[in-house]
C-alpha cells in the first residue's frame, strides 16, 4: 500500500490560503479520482476540491473552519500499489510517476525514482484532526509519556517542560516541529493558545445555555471579507477618487420595462431597472472609452480595453462580491438580461467561479434594492468607474411644464481622476442619464 499527501493548490490569482469549509469525506471512505472531497473558501469565492486519486481516506489534517496556507498538506490518501512504495493502480509504470492533474499546484512531489519525495515530520497543529498521520521507517513515533523518567518523556529540553507545565499542556499528545521531533518553546505556544480558545468556546457555550447574551461578539476577518477589505483601502489609497450624482426622470425606462415582461421574447425574463442601467452604460462607453481604462503603476502605462467586462456588486452571505460578465458590449438585451440573472444566482449560491471574479472593466452596484439614493462607491481595484444605482421613487417632478408625480432615480458614478476627467466623467454619466430618461435616444448613439 502506498501513502499519498494532497497539499491545498494554489486556486489562481495568487491566493496564498483558504479556509476548510466542508469535508465531503471521512476518514476510511473510499473515493474516486475527481471526486469532490471537500469545499474551500477563497478570498473571492467557494471551490469544491475535487480528490487527485483514487484510493482510501487516510488522514484529514485539517478541521473546518480552519485557515490554511497553500502548499498545507490536508488530507492524505492509502493507494493500492506494490509494499515497497511502488507506483499506484491509477498511475502509469512506464516512467516517472504521474497523474493527471485536477487542480493546480498540489500533490507530492515525486523524485527521480518515481516515489513520493521525503516529507519533513508534521508539525503540531492545534486545529488539526485528532487522527496523526501515518507512521513511516522515516518517522518514527511519538513516545508515551506516563512517568516523569528521561527515557519516558518526548524530546524536549528542561526549559521547554518547564514551560508546558506552567501552561498546563500535556506533552505527551503532541509531535514537535524541532529536530527529530524536538518539541519546541513555538509548540507549546501553539497548544496553549488552543488551550485558551477552547476554555473560551466552552464558556461561550455555558453563557448561551443559560439565556445570557454575551457582551461582544468577534468574528474572524478571513475569506471574502478579508479580500474585500483589503481591496477597498488599496482603491480608496490609492485612486483619487470623483464622484458625481445626477437625479433623472425615469418614468419612461420604467412604463418600458413592463411592456417588455409582457412580450412573449422576454417571457421568463427577469427583467429590471439594472437590466436596462447596464445597457445605457454599454453604449455610453462605447462614447466615452476613458472610463472603460485601467492604470499600469508598474509599466507606467494607460490601458485602453476594446471590450467591456461589466462587473455586478453582488451581496452575498460571505461579503460582497463582484463578478463580472465577459464581453458584456458584444450583447444583445435579452442576452444580457439572461447573463445578469445567471450571475445573481450564482453569486448567492456561492459558487462563482474565480474566472468570473477577475478580468472586470467597470462596474455597476444596485443599492436602490436597499432603499438608498444615492452614494459614494468605492472603484473596483483596476477599473475606471463604478456606478451606483439608486432607488426609483415615485415624487413630484417638473414635466411638460407642470407638476407631475413621476419614477424619478439618482445614479452615482464614482471614478479614477488620473484616468478620467471632470468632462469625460459628466458627459458618460449624462448620456447613461438621457438613455435611461429616454430610451428612445438610443438610436441617436449606436
Known amino acids: 500500500m502506498t501513502t499519498r ?18 469535508w465531503k469525506v471521512a476518514v476510511g471512505d473510499a473515493v474516486e479520482l475527481n471526486q469532490v ?57 512506464d516512467g516517472p510517476a504521474k497523474r493527471i492533474p485536477t487542480l493546480v ?3 507530492a512531489e515525486i523524485d527521480s525514482a518515481g516515489r513520493p519525495a521525503r516529507k519533513p515530520r508534521k508539525a503540531f497543529h492545534p486545529h488539526s484532526n485528532a487522527q496523526t498521520a501515518p507512521i513511516t521507517p522515516e518517522t518514527p513515533a511519538p513516545t508515551s509519556w506516563s512517568s516523569d523518567s528521561p527515557a519516558d518523556r518526548p524530546r524536549s529540553t528542561p526549559p521547554v517542560r518547564k514551560l508546558a507545565r506552567d501552561l498546563g499542556v500535556d506533552l505527551a499528545s503532541m509531535v514537535g516541529t524541532g529536530p527529530q521531533g524536538l518539541i519546541t518553546r513555538a509548540d507549546i505556544d501553539a497548544a496553549a493558545g488552543y ?4 476554555a473560551a468556546d466552552s464558556q461561550t457555550a455555558d453563557i448561551e445555555a443559560s439565556g445570557e447574551k454575551e457582551r461582544e461578539t468577534r468574528t474572524p476577518i478571513k475569506g471574502v471579507r478579508k479580500h474585500t477589505a483589503s481591496a477597498m483601502v488599496s482603491s480608496a489609497f490609492t485612486a483619487p477618487h470623483v464622484t458625481e450624482f445626477l437625479t433623472i426622470d425615469v418614468t419612461t425606462s420604467m412604463e418600458l420595462l413592463e411592456t417588455l415582461k409582457s412580450s412573449r421574447e422576454f417571457a421568463g425574463y427577469k427583467l429590471t431597472p439594472l437590466t436596462l442601467v447596464a445597457k445605457a452604460v454599454l453604449v455610453a462607453l462605447g462614447r466615452n472609452p476613458s472610463l472603460n481604462s485601467r492604470w499600469d503603476e508598474a509599466r507606467q502605462e494607460i490601458v485602453q480595453f476594446n471590450y467591456v467586462n461589466l462587473g455586478i456588486a453582488a451581496a452575498t452571505p460571505r461579503g460582497l462580491t463582484v463578478p463580472n460578465i465577459k464581453d458584456a458590449d458584444r450583447m444583445g438585451l435579452l442576452e444580457l438580461s439572461a447573463a445578469l440573472n445567471q450571475l445573481a444566482q450564482t453569486a448567492r449560491s456561492g459558487k462563482t467561479a474565480q474566472a468570473e471574479l ?17 452614494g459614494t462607491p468605492i472603484l473596483n481595484p483596476g477599473e475606471a468607474a ?4 439608486g432607488s426609483v421613487r415615485r415624487r413630484p417632478w417638473e414635466h411638460a411644464g407642470a407638476v ?8 452615482s458614478l ?29 438610436i441617436t448613439m449606436v
Request: glycine share 12%.
Open 5 to 22: 499527501e494532497f497539499r491545498l493548490p494554489d486556486l489562481g490569482e495568487g491566493l496564498t490560503e483558504s479556509e476548510i469549509l466542508h
Open 37 to 93: 472531497i471537500a469545499e474551500v473558501e477563497t478570498a473571492k469565492a467557494v471551490v469544491e476540491l475535487p480528490s487527485p486519486y483514487a484510493g482510501i481516506i487516510a488522514v484529514l489534517h485539517e478541521q473546518p473552519g480552519t485557515v490554511v496556507q497553500v502548499g498545507t498538506p490536508i488530507v492524505s490518501f492509502t493507494l493500492p500499489g506494490d509494499s515497497d512504495g511502488g507506483p499506484p493502480s491509477d498511475i502509469a509504470n
Open 105 to 107: 499546484g498540489y500533490g
Open 195 to 198: 488551550a485558551a480558545r477552547q
Open 358 to 374: 477577475s478580468g472586470g472593466t467597470i462596474s455597476i452596484t444596485n443599492i436602490g434594492v436597499f432603499g438608498i439614493d444615492a
Open 386 to 389: 463604478i456606478l451606483a444605482i
Open 404 to 411: 407631475a408625480i413621476r419614477s424619478v432615480m439618482t445614479l
Open 414 to 442: 464614482s471614478f479614477d481622476h488620473r484616468l478620467v476627467d471632470g468632462e469625460q466623467g459628466s458627459r458618460f454619466l449624462s448620456d447613461v442619464g438621457a438613455i435611461m430618461s429616454n430610451p428612445a435616444v438610443l
